[in-house]
């Protein structure tokens, strides 16, 4: 029941306000099958509703949105697809790693080592994100955390080795114990964070690319009415945010020596 989740649930509802298709609102904890009798296509707005979701044995196609493209990948996409029987898709809470790296290039000319800190979960990221820097011709410096190691020294490694820092949605590496050391690590070592949600730049990011709530319900909304116009629904594959948006942290930019573009 809060806003990010609200946001997006009132965007679907205002955009397709206008259409044939009516849309309800049901949380998670009092889901049941019989509510959904009536649905053509559940949406699932977060991890914990497409959970609840796919515990549910008989179930219409589903969309979850505001999810992390690592949670679809490694189980959300079997669950909700009933391993391939059901049809499901997603849209991803995390930007495109060619997204980023454009990014990067243009507030950022002069950096030539990217570095990333990865939970062991996600460490086959590295790779992706390895071939989205080398085309436009930059390097990467990356370590692994594993559960229950302290931050600081694979951090000090990627710090002393990068020109910035990128950080990747993983609570083992991003989580509210960690960030405020995370930045002042950072800024000891005056390397740039690029982070991805606006409230990391409130935290510490010199900038972040992330896409709001009212962004991804817009991108919901308009795949929901094509996914209905004909009698079978119909759900592109899974993708990133289409809608995206920079967020610029002035005084982390002053006192890093940055002078940065307009958002």
Sequence with gaps: DSAPYQEVYQVIQAYLDDTPHEVSRMYAEDLTVSALNEARLAVAVGVRAAETLAALADRPPVLAVLVPRSWYLKTGRARLSDSGRLLASAIYLD???ERQVRLIRLAFPEVRRVGVLLGAEQSGLADELGDALRAQRLGLVHQTLVAGERLSGPLETVLSGADLLLA??????????TAQSLFLTS???RVPVLGYSRSLTRAGALLSLHSSPAQIGHQTAEWINSALQSPAV???????????SVSVNERVARSL???LPPE
């Design 257 to 259: 020596g940055f002078t």
């Design 95 to 97: 930007q495109p790693f």
């Design 234 to 244: 119909h759900l592109p594959p899974p993708a990133h945010p289409a809608y995206s």
């Design 187 to 189: 800024y000891r070592y």
């Design 168 to 177: 990747v949605p993983d609570p083992l590496v991003f989580n509210r114990n």
